[in-house]
C-alpha cells in the first residue's frame, strides 16, 4: 500500500513538474533560448497568488489568469524590447543575457518580496479523498488537474489556432516562415509571452504545494532542464512524459534508496539520457536545433 | 594602398597596446608592495577566475565544446586537495598532483561519451556531471565529511605574508595559464582544435583525429581548473560540496569568458577583470541592488559587445582587423 501511496504522490509532483517545464520548452523548441530566468518567472507567479490571496482572500487556484496574465506581457515585452534586438550574438551570449535577465529579477523578487519564506494554506488544506489507505489532498489534485488541463491547453493552441501553427512553422524553419508571411518578431514576442505565462501560472500551482522565496527559482529552472531533456526539446506531451518519470524517479528514490542520494541518482538519469538518447523520449529535431 | 596605410597606423597602435600590457603586468608583479590588503585579496580572486575562464576559453571558445559544468574540476581538485591533507598527511604540491590526476582520468572516462554531444546537450551534461559528483561528495561522509565539509590546517605564518603568497601563487597560475594558451594555440593541437570548432566533419575529413584532440582540449582544461581548486582550498582553510561544486562559480566564469571575447588569448582574463571590479564596486555601494546592478550590466554588454569586449575593442582601434572583417563578410 506504501508503494500504490508512492505512485500516487510521484504522479501527483511529476504533473507539477510537467507545468513547470512546459513553458521552458516551448521557449526553448521553438527560439532555440534557453531562458535561464524561468526560475526567477515561475516565482514571479507564485508571489502575484500570495499577494491576491493574502489581501483579498481569493481561491488560490483563481488567481492563475491573473498571474498568467501579467508574466504574459512581461515576456512580450522582455522579447520584443530587450531580447529581439540582440540579432548578432551567438546562442551563449543569449544565454548569458537571460542569466544577467534572471539576477536582475531575483533581487527584484528579493527588494519587493523579501526573503521570507512564504506559503499558502487555502480552508481546505488538511482535506483530501481517503481510499482505503490511499490519501490524496484535495490541493494537490487540484494542482494536478490545472497541470494537465494547461497542458492540454496550450497541446490544442498549437494544433488548432492560426497563431499556433505559425509559431509552430516558426520553430521548424524560421526563414521559410517568413516566406510565407509569419511575422517572425511578433511570433519570437508571442512564443516568449505564452512561455513566460506558462511560467507565471505554474508558479500559482507551486504557492499551494510548496513554501517558497525568491531564491527557490533556481531549483525549478534545474527540474525544468531534467524534464525538458527527458520528454524532449519542444513536445508537449514530451514536457508530461518527462515531469512524470521525474516526479516518479524522486519519490521511489526517496523510499527505497536513502533520500540523500535522490539528486545524484537523478543527475545520473540525465546523463545517461542525454548519451544515449539526446533527443529525448518524444522529441523531434527542430530547426532552432540544427542550426545550433 | 589604402590597407597598407591603416596597417602602419596599427603598427603604432599595437607598440601602445604592447606598453600597456607589460605597464599591467608590473602593476600586478609589485602590487602586493603598495595595495591594500582588502584590494590584495580581490585581485587574487580575479587571478582565480581568470584561470577558470581560460580553461573554458580552451574547450568552449577554441574547440567550440560549451563545458558549463567545468566548476566539477574546481570541486575534484579542491577535495584531492582537503582529503589528502587532512586525512593522509600529504604534502599541498602532492595532493595538487593527484588532483590534476583525478581530473585528467574523469575526462578520459566521461569525455569519450559526453564529447560525442554537441551544444547545449553538451552543456547539460557536463552540468547533470557536475551535479551528480557533487552529490556524491556529499554522501561519501566518511572521506569527505559530507555537508559538513572539511577544515584544512591552517597555514603557519603572519597573516600579511599568506595573503602575498596567495597572491603570487594564484598570479603565477594565471600566467602559466596564458603562456600554455599561448604556445599550444600556435601548435598543431591549435590549429586541430579549431578546425574542430569551425566544422568538425570537415576537420575529420582533412584526417584530424577529432574525438582524440576534443579529450585532450578538455584535459588542459580540466588541469588548470583543477589547480585553482587545489589552491583555492588551501586558501579558504574550508571547503563544502555546496560551495565548491558551486554552478554559480562556473556561470560566473562562462559569463567572463563571454564577455571578453570566446577564443581570444586575452579575452578572458580581461573578462575577469571587468567583472571582478563591477562586481566588487556593487558589493560595496549598491548592497541591496548588487545582483540587479550585474544583471542590468551584462545585460548591456551582450546588446552592445555581443562578441565580447576584445572584438568590439580591436574593430574599433585597429583598422585593419575592420577591414578584415569586411572582407570576410564579403567572401562568405
Redesign the interface.
Known amino acids: 500500500m506504501l508503494f500504490l501511496q508512492v505512485l500516487v504522490n510521484g504522479l501527483l509532483s511529476g504533473g507539477l513538474y510537467a507545468s513547470v517545464a512546459i513553458g521552458f520548452s516551448v521557449i526553448w523548441g521553438v527560439m532555440n533560448l534557453?531562458n535561464l530566468a524561468h526560475g526567477s518567472m515561475v516565482i514571479l507567479g507564485a508571489y502575484i497568488t500570495y499577494y491576491l490571496n493574502a489581501s483579498t482572500g481569493i481561491d488560490p487556484f483563481l488567481t492563475i489568469p491573473v498571474s498568467g496574465a501579467v508574466l504574459f506581457v512581461f515576456g512580450y515585452l522582455v522579447q520584443k524590447y530587450?531580447i529581439g534586438?540582440?540579432?548578432?550574438?551567438?546562442?551563449?551570449?543569449?544565454l548569458?543575457?537571460t542569466?544577467?535577465?534572471?539576477?536582475?529579477?531575483?533581487?527584484?523578487n528579493?527588494?519587493m518580496f523579501t526573503a521570507d519564506i512564504r506559503s499558502i494554506t487555502p480552508v481546505y488544506a488538511g482535506l483530501g479523498i481517503q481510499l482505503g489507505s490511499l490519501r490524496i489532498p484535495y490541493t494537490r489534485l487540484g494542482v494536478f488537474f490545472f497541470a494537465l488541463t494547461l497542458t492540454l491547453a496550450l497541446y490544442l493552441f498549437m494544433k488548432h489556432t492560426k497563431l499556433g501553427n505559425a509559431i509552430k512553422a516558426t520553430s521548424f524553419d524560421s526563414d521559410a516562415a517568413g516566406l510565407v508571411g509569419v511575422n517572425v518578431r511578433q511570433v519570437y514576442a508571442l512564443t516568449f509571452g505564452i512561455g513566460s505565462c506558462l511560467a507565471g501560472m505554474a508558479g500559482s500551482l507551486i504557492s499551494v504545494m510548496y513554501s517558497f522565496s525568491p531564491i527557490h527559482g533556481a531549483g525549478f529552472a534545474?527540474k525544468s532542464?531534467v524534464v525538458v531533456?527527458l520528454g524532449g526539446l519542444g513536445s508537449i506531451p514530451g514536457a508530461i512524459a518527462g515531469g512524470l518519470i521525474l516526479g516518479l524517479a524522486e519519490n521511489l528514490a526517496s523510499v527505497f534508496l536513502?533520500a540523500?542520494?535522490k539528486?545524484?541518482i537523478s543527475?545520473?538519469l540525465?546523463?545517461a539520457i542525454?548519451?544515449v538518447r539526446?533527443r529525448g523520449i518524444f522529441g523531434k529535431q527542430f530547426y532552432a536545433d540544427l542550426k545550433? | 594602398m589604402q590597407i597598407s596605410r591603416l596597417n602602419r597606423g596599427d603598427g603604432l597602435r599595437r607598440a601602445i597596446f604592447g606598453l600597456l600590457c607589460a605597464g599591467a603586468a608590473l602593476f600586478l608583479i609589485f602590487g602586493p608592495f603598495f595595495l591594500s590588503a582588502y584590494w590584495l585579496r580581490i585581485l587574487t580572486q580575479t587571478f582565480m577566475f581568470a584561470v577558470l575562464a581560460q580553461a573554458i576559453n580552451i574547450i568552449a571558445g577554441y574547440a567550440g565544446y560549451p563545458a558549463f559544468g567545468n566548476v566539477v574540476f574546481f570541486g575534484l581538485g579542491a577535495y584531492a586537495t582537503g582529503v589528502l591533507v587532512v586525512k593522509f598527511n600529504a604534502t599541498f604540491i602532492l595532493s595538487m598532483m593527484v588532483g590534476i590526476g583525478i581530473c585528467l582520468f574523469f575526462t578520459l572516462i566521461f569525455g569519450l561519451p559526453v564529447l560525442r554531444l554537441r551544444g547545449h546537450y553538451f552543456a547539460i551534461a557536463t552540468l547533470g556531471l557536475n551535479e551528480a559528483t557533487k552529490a556524491l561528495t556529499d554522501n561519501l561522509t566518511a572521506l569527505t565529511g559530507g555537508g559538513m565539509g572539511l577544515s584544512l590546517p591552517l597555514i603557519p605564518g603572519d597573516v600579511e605574508t599568506n595573503s602575498r603568497f596567495f597572491y603570487y601563487m594564484f598570479l603565477g597560475t594565471m600566467a602559466l595559464c596564458l603562456l600554455v594558451t599561448h604556445f599550444l594555440m600556435r601548435s598543431r593541437f591549435g590549429y586541430a582544435i579549431r578546425s574542430i570548432r569551425s566544422n568538425e566533419r570537415s576537420a575529420e575529413g582533412m584526417g584530424i583525429n577529432t574525438t582524440r584532440y576534443k579529450v585532450l582540449a578538455w584535459m588542459v582544461s580540466a588541469g588548470f581548473t583543477s589547480i585553482a581548486g587545489s589552491l583555492y582550498a588551501y586558501w579558504m582553510s574550508h571547503i563544502e560540496p555546496a560551495i565548491v561544486f558551486d554552478m554559480a562559480i562556473a556561470i560566473k566564469a562562462f559569463v567572463m569568458f563571454l564577455l571578453g571575447g570566446a577564443g581570444t588569448l586575452l579575452g578572458p582574463i580581461l573578462g575577469a577583470f571587468i567583472l571582478e571590479t563591477v562586481s566588487t564596486f556593487a558589493w560595496s555601494h549598491l548592497l541591496n541592488y548588487h545582483l540587479a546592478t550585474l544583471g542590468v550590466i551584462i545585460i548591456i554588454i551582450v546588446i552592445f559587445m555581443p562578441r565580447g569586449v576584445v572584438f568590439f575593442l580591436q574593430e574599433r582601434f585597429f583598422l585593419s582587423s575592420l577591414v578584415k572583417k569586411i572582407r570576410e563578410e564579403r567572401t562568405v
Open positions: 534557453i530587450l534586438h540582440v540579432i548578432e550574438a551567438s546562442v551563449l551570449m543569449m548569458i543575457l542569466f544577467g535577465l534572471d539576477m536582475f529579477l531575483m533581487n527584484m528579493l527588494r534545474m532542464f531533456l536513502e540523500s542520494y539528486d545524484f543527475f545520473v540525465l546523463v542525454l548519451v539526446p545550433a
